[in-house]
Structures are given as structure tokens and as C-alpha cells.
């Protein structure tokens, strides 16, 4: 069968039941590997997937025979059907084959089959069963066995280092063409990714993180296409310009990741007697306070060179704190967005008041007591701190950024539905 964006009044419409896994092929000008690739899939899934299935290829505006060429093949196979759409882009074609699917889960791979299909089954299943939310073919995980040249080697490494710089991703391999994803959490998360082209794997991905789904990985079997069509110079630019987008996208707090991880997310196990996210909060605040106390003991050390102890203290703790609160504000509390920004540092400098009287105070009687060594005094200081910390923490959470793990959020952008059923609160 096939189907096309634009009304058609030869197409019969067939009552089929809704398979549980709908793979994409999306291709562009593929009229010569379309046709072993399709029949190459098909034959492996109806030996050896056991669920029902269908093939979409989704044909990006090709120029060539490839439109005719995925016609033929809808007409041959029952579980084939074409797709045709006016404007090029892989991220458009599969964004538009998914949201109008009916099949449970969602994959797609590239139509050179370069990664091994016995890593389908590994893929999906977690999907099915609900385990995950989205799963990954990786090509730098362990136990993966890839061949390919120094070139794609390096880019593609390099890419990744830069999204887990820039994005702080978890995941290890943003680009592999073997991608699969649950029908309920593409119908939330999709309305929310806006790239058309090759970024679109990532923005996905990066946002399915943020909103704190289970991405599952699968070490594959990948093979280079030597003839494969991409741009790897122009698909690098426009990554690096998606990521620079994205970046400002999560910095300004325009995308509703707090209410969609409400409704999607994978909620913090309950543990008696602690409150929820608070051990999170505890290892995002440890490792923000670490680095706050380096700072701050290098920079007393080096206005200690010029200035008494007092005032080298109470400029290297004022600078510090600022910094302090707004990481902590991003880091530890999730804070996204410049509302509230003012009010979160004035409350911080009272924190940060607190903490100038523990360690002033530590100071001050150490002196009272003794003509200290530098080495005496940052090691009070050190203690002094620790202390100042855990009353940060508290003060932060109960006081200063109360409001962000209290209130409920309320979607009202992207196209989400604020008022639509929870899901995935498993």
C-alpha cells in the first residue's frame, strides 16, 4: 500500500491491525540499494521478529526512480507501504511517519543497513515490554565492533565529546542510523524537536534526557557504507549550529522539560524517610561545593599575597557565592530561565552572609588565639566551610529555590497538553 502527504484518490484505505513495530526507511535518491535493502529487511523480519511489524519508507522529495521504485515494493509486500513527501529532510520525513503511526513502537535505520539487524530485536524489546522509553544503536559502547575509516572515526568521536561538553549528554553515540522509540512518548516529546535534518537524532535525545526518560543502548555490528550520500562537512556544521540553538533553547528555559519530565519521566525511586530528588540534589550540591571550595581557597590564597586575612576572605567568599547560586540554581535545582534570577542571588548573599560569619568568625578566634601560618588558616577555613555548606544546602533548598520542588509546572507550550493523562510515571 502506499501513502502520501497529499490527498490521493486512488489509494484505498485497508483496515489492517496495528502492527507493534513500525520501521522507517528514510531515503533520498536511493533508487539502486532501495530495493535489496527492503527486501533484505523484510525477509529478516518475518523470519525472526516474532511481533507484528511494518516497513515505511519514507521517500524525502527524491528526484530519481526511488518514488517509483517504493511504490512497487508497497504493491509487492503487505507489510510495506510508501510514503512520499514534497521537502527533503530525514528528521521531517521521520517526525511526520511516527506522528502518524499506529504501531506501539517507533524505529528507523539507515537504508545502507550498516548496522547488523541481529541488533533489532535488542533494540526493540525494552521498548515493548516498557522497560525503556528509547534505545540506541551504539557504535562506541562496549562490545561494539565497528568498521569504518580514521576520518568518520575521529568526527564522529569528536561529536560526541562536544555534545557532553556542551550538553552535558549521557548517552554515547548521537548519530548511529539505528534508533528506536515508544508511540506514547514520541506523541509528547516529538511536538518539541525542531531541526528537519541530522540534528534531529540528537535534539531528541538530548531532550528525552532532560526529561528524564530511560534511553537503553545496544552495542552494534556497523559496517561504513563507502558510497553513502551524506555531507559530512555540511551535516557537521549544521550539528554544530543545532547544538549552539539548543544550548540557548535549554539555557533560557523556553522548552516545558520540567512538565513533561512530570508526565513522562522515570520519578526518583521512593525511599523512606528521604524526601524526593533530595539525594540527587545532595550529589549535584557536593559536586557544585567541591569546585565552589577550590575556588575559593585559590583565590584567598592569591589575594592573601596583598591583603589581611579578613578582607581576602570576604571578597573571595563574595565572589564565589554568586557563582555559587547561579550553578546551583542551574545545576542543582533545575532552575532554567531568568525569572526569579534577581531574587535567587539577593537570597543567596543572605546565605551568603551565614557563611561569611561561620568562616569570619573561625578566622577571628584563630587569631584571638595564635599568630596562624597560611597552612593553619586554610585549614580552618576548610573546616569552616564545610560546616557553611551543609547550611547552604539547607537554607537553599527549603528557603531559597523552595518554589522548584513544590510547585507543579504547567505545560503550556510546544503543543503539549497540560491537561492530558500522566504517562510513563512508572
Not at 503543543?415 to 500522566?422: D, L, Y
Request: aromatic residues 6%.
Amino acid at each position: 500500500m502506499s501513502l502520501s502527504t497529499l490527498p490521493s484518490h486512488a489509494a484505498e484505505q485497508v483496515r489492517v491491525v496495528a502492527p507493534v513495530l513500525d520501521v522507517v526507511v528514510p531515503v533520498y535518491n536511493e533508487e539502486i540499494d532501495l530495493e535489496p535493502c527492503v527486501r533484505r529487511l523484510h525477509s529478516y523480519l518475518r523470519a525472526e521478529f516474532p511481533y507484528r511489524f511494518r516497513i515505511t519508507i519514507a521517500d524525502n522529495a527524491s528526484t530519481d526512480a526511488t518514488a517509483e521504485v517504493a511504490d512497487r515494493l508497497a504493491g509487492e509486500l503487505t507489510e510495506v507501504r510508501a510514503v512520499h513527501l514534497a521537502e527533503k529532510g530525514r528528521g521531517r520525513a521521520l517526525k511526520f511517519v511516527w506522528t502518524h503511526s499506529d504501531a506501539t513502537v517507533l524505529a528507523y535505520m539507515d537504508v545502507d543497513l550498516s548496522t547488523d539487524l541481529g541488533a533489532l530485536l535488542p533494540l526493540v524489546a525494552p521498548l515493548i515490554s516498557g522497560h525503556s522509553d528509547l534505545a540506541i544503536g551504539s557504535r562506541l559502547a562496549r562490545g561494539s565492533r565497528v568498521v569504518r575509516g580514521a576520518k568518520r572515526e575521529f568526527i564522529s568521536r569528536t561529536y560526541n565529546l562536544i555534545l557532553r561538553g556542551a550538553l552535558s549528554a549521557r548517552f554515547s553515540d548521537a548519530q548511529c542510523g539505528f534508533k528506536a522509540i515508544r508511540a506514547d512518548v514520541a506523541g509528547r516529546l516529538l511536538p518539541m524537536v525542531e531541526d528537519t535534518g541530522w540534528f534531529f537524532d540528537t535534539e531528541l535525545l538530548v531532550l528525552a534526557e532532560r526529561a528524564g526518560l530511560r534511553i537503553h543502548e545496544v552495542p552494534v555490528d556497523w559496517v561504513d557504507d563507502p558510497d553513502s550520500r551524506v555531507d559530512i562537512v555540511a551535516t557537521a556544521l549544521a550539528d554544530l549550529r543545532g547544538i549552539a540553538r539548543l544550548t540557548r533553547a535549554l539555557g533560557t528555559g523556553r522548552l516545558p522539560l520540567a512538565a513533561l519530565r512530570e508526565q513522562l519521566g522515570r520519578n526518583p525511586l521512593p525511599v523512606a524517610g528521604v524526601p524526593a530528588g533530595l539525594t540527587g540534589q545532595l550529589l549535584r550540591f557536593a559536586g557544585v561545593g567541591v569546585a565552589s571550595t577550590l575556588a575559593y581557597l585559590l583565590l584567598y590564597a592569591l589575594l592573601r599575597t596583598g591583603a589581611g586575612p579578613q578582607w581576602a576572605n570576604l571578597v573571595a567568599l563574595l565572589v564565589t557565592a554568586v557563582a555559587n547560586t547561579a550553578v546551583n540554581r542551574r545545576v542543582t535545582f533545575r532552575v532554567r530561565g531568568t525569572d526569579g534570577a534577581w531574587r535567587h542571588q539577593a537570597q543567596g548573599l543572605v546565605v551568603f552572609a551565614v557563611g561569611l560569619g561561620l568562616t569570619s568568625g573561625s578566622l577571628a578566634l584563630l587569631h584571638a588565639l595564635t599568630e596562624p601560618p597560611t597552612m593553619v588558616e586554610l585549614a580552618v577555613l576548610v573546616v569552616a566551610n564545610l560546616v557553611a555548606t551543609g547550611v547552604r544546602f539547607l537554607l537553599m533548598r527549603i528557603w531559597v529555590f523552595r518554589a522548584t520542588h513544590t510547585a507543579r509546572p504547567v505545560l503550556h507550550e510546544a503543543g503539549v497538553n497540560a491537561s492530558a493523562p500522566a504517562v510513563g510515571n512508572r
